[in-house]
């Protein structure tokens, strides 16, 4: 997961500022790397490094950036993309062609790509590869592109088939043919990496999220659509789509990753994370409990729509440590454990003696709740403890995951619960009775796929029902066989 940003505005004083706001402001989405490029009319430059967004991008080089005159930029937050966090793997990343070319250009990306020995295999001999990082190939692929088709809706058209079924992405890109600088925006066939657009100040600005464009004190256009571009020049600014495929948008990006003051296909994340915990609220009715409180910080909305339908009180029990990192893309158990443990502390007062709810957006190892936030729960004094999910149970890994094989299934806290057998066929009072046995909780209380879908709209629910983006047959034979079974057996509830 990362955070991407990219602004068009020749002339902007404030434009390296902006870019600095717009991309700090999605930190959220990952902590381990973060860098910016600018196109100015001599070229491209770039600064990044491995840290959070304000640990590298100081003020310095922001002013350092805006002397340079420049008339876009681009910017990035988030992981590495390999196991190694080092400054070489960070974004931006500026593709180098081992013959000359008219075109330099940078990139970032939000997304992910399969099958990368083949690409590798075609894109080698005309491209010096200096990094781990996967985004470097989908930039040489897009130079590539480029260099048949110009900077183009062509070039772009070609792009976007030569990734169909095989990636996620949102990129934005600097290009510079000699002449001037351009801002490109693109986005996968089936609009499953979050992306939007809109116009600050004058100038045009695309992110992962619209909490950038509110940060600069503006709103969006819209979210894009899939296999749609976005150039952006001294001739105007345009934006055509380049194929026609049913939309299938990360449901998770609403439930889990996003900002809640961002929107998620039109609507509010804090709002849609309320109305699922009505829904949940709604399914369960009447439970032991005398209070609600949130797993921080992205179950605070789903816990506010729980305790408004059930008319319990809401309180802050938990609180997330300032040393806290996201967890949920550490692989490694022992280190995975280990972050787990430093992120919660109990507040005594509201929880000691008191029968407790905790909203919680979902349940995917159980790491979190069975060595985080359920134990320190317990230890400030809560007698009993219900877990409410406004996600569904999580029966396949997402398919970034796949790469580490099947241990990426067997993990999962709905698989670890029904070892030896299969859970996809149990009634959802089953999952829910094994699963809190497992997480040591008095009750788990899991969403279902129909209540969400009422509330995100459609999308994709690939760790509920293995709706993939990708196409089959770049499917692990693992994955295959278990989505058969799965089918087989089907939903249970």
Not at 60 to 81: C, D, H, M, S, W
Not at 270 to 294: C, M, N, T, W
Not at 399 to 422: I, M, P, T, Y
Request: net charge neutral; glycine share 10%; charged share 25%.
């Amino acid at each position: 997961m990362d955070g991407v940003t990219g602004i068009f505005n020749p002339g902007d004083n404030d434009l390296v500022q902006k870019i600095f706001l717009a991309t700090g402001s999605l930190q959220h989405r990952g902590k381990t790397s973060a860098g910016i490029a600018i196109g100015t009319r001599k070229g491209i430059k770039l600064f990044k490094d491995t840290g959070g967004f304000v640990d590298v991008i100081d003020l310095e080089i922001v002013r350092v950036f805006q002397e340079l005159e420049p008339v876009a930029a681009i910017g990035n937050v988030g992981y590495t993309k390999s196991h190694l966090p080092n400054k070489r793997n960070s974004e931006p990343i500026l593709i180098q062609p081992r013959s000359n070319s008219t075109y330099q250009v940078a990139l970032t990306m939000c997304g992910r790509v399969l099958a990368v020995e083949e690409l590798r295999a075609r894109l080698e001999n005309s491209y010096l590869f200096q990094t781990e990082n996967r985004t470097e190939l989908v930039g040489a692929l897009l130079h590539e592109c480029i260099e048949k088709e110009g900077i183009s809706f062509e070039a772009g058209r070609l792009f976007i088939d030569a990734l169909h079924g095989r990636a996620t992405f949102a990129i934005t890109a600097l290009l510079f043919d000699g002449k001037q600088v351009f801002l490109l925006a693109i986005n996968d066939s089936r609009a499953f990496e979050p992306f939007c657009f809109g116009r600050i100040d004058g100038g045009f600005l695309a992110s992962s999220e619209s909490i950038s464009h509110r940060r600069l004190g503006g709103f969006i256009d819209r979210e894009y659509f899939g296999a749609e571009m976005t150039i952006c020049s001294q001739e105007g600014i345009e934006t055509r789509r380049l194929r026609e495929e049913t939309p299938l948008p990360d449901v998770f990006q609403g439930i889990y990753f996003g900002n809640v003051a961002s929107l998620y296909q039109g609507k509010e994340i804090f709002q849609l994370r309320r109305e699922l915990g009505h829904k949940l609220a709604q399914l369960y009715r009447s439970p032991e409990a005398d209070l609600v409180i949130p797993n921080p910080d992205s179950g605070r909305g789903v816990s506010y729509g729980i305790a408004e339908g059930l008319g319990l009180p809401v309180s802050h029990g938990l609180v997330k440590q300032s040393q806290a990192v996201r967890t949920f893309q550490e692989s490694r158990i022992g280190r995975r454990t280990i972050e787990v443990g430093l992120k919660f502390a109990g507040v005594d007062s509201v929880l000691k003696g008191k029968k407790v709810i905790m909203g919680d957006d979902s349940i995917v190892k159980g790491s979190v709740s069975e060595g985080g936030s359920v134990w320190t729960a317990y230890n400030s004094g809560a007698t009993r403890l219900e877990f409410w999910v406004s996600y569904g149970p999580i029966f396949f890994p997402s398919f970034k995951e796949w790469n580490r094989g099947h241990d990426s299934l067997a993990e999962l806290a709905v698989q670890r619960a029904f070892r030896g057998e299969h859970p996809y066929d149990k009634p959802l009072e089953e999952i829910n009775r094994r699963v809190a046995r497992m997480v040591e909780v008095d009750r788990v209380c899991y969403n279902t796929r129909e209540n969400i879908q009422d509330v995100t709209g459609p999308g994709s629910f690939q760790a509920m029902d293995a709706s993939y983006p990708i196409l089959e047959k770049y499917w692990p034979d693992w994955i295959k066989e278990e989505v058969s079974r799965f089918h087989k057996l089907g939903f249970g509830f």
